[in-house]
Nanobody, 120 residues
Framework: QVQLVESGGGLVQAGGSLRLSCVAS????????MGWYRQAPGKQREMVAT???????DYADSVQGRFTVSRDATKNTVSLQMDSLKPEDTAVYYC??????????????WGQGTQVTVSS
């Protein structure tokens, strides 16, 4: 069925950059909102960035100006360019695909997660 596979995580120093990629396969809806979420130790999973099928982008305040999300609808991929990384960005990052807000039936799929560790 639907699968989301993340890649690009790793260990970087503060101030460095990483680019995460997510490839979706299976019967993904063309109207899906896709994005990135993260979960740090002891914290709830939080939204990092999302992009709708129409191109509307939302960022968490904590990453605004540092992260850039992009989507290639043709390839069913979504990427997250992370610049000026901070130790507090350390988390497992998850790719997500979900139903748009206007949909009558909601769905949501998650990738397995990729670890991002930012050293001081």
């Amino acid at each position: 069925q639907v699968q989301l596979v993340e890649s690009g995580g790793g260990l970087v120093q503060a101030g460095g950059s990483l680019r995460l990629s997510c490839v979706a396969s299976g019967p993904i809806s063309s109207s899906a909102t896709m994005g990135w979420y993260r979960q740090a130790p002891g914290k709830q999973r939080e939204m990092v960035a999302t992009v709708t099928s129409g191109g509307t982008i939302d960022y968490a305040d904590s990453v605004q100006g540092r992260f850039t999300v992009s989507r290639d609808a043709t390839k069913n991929t979504v990427s997250l360019q992370m610049d000026s990384l901070k130790p507090e960005d350390t988390a497992v990052y998850y790719c997500n695909s979900r139903a748009p807000r206007w949909a009558s039936t909601r769905w949501s799929y998650w990738g397995q997660g990729t670890q991002v560790t930012v050293s001081s």
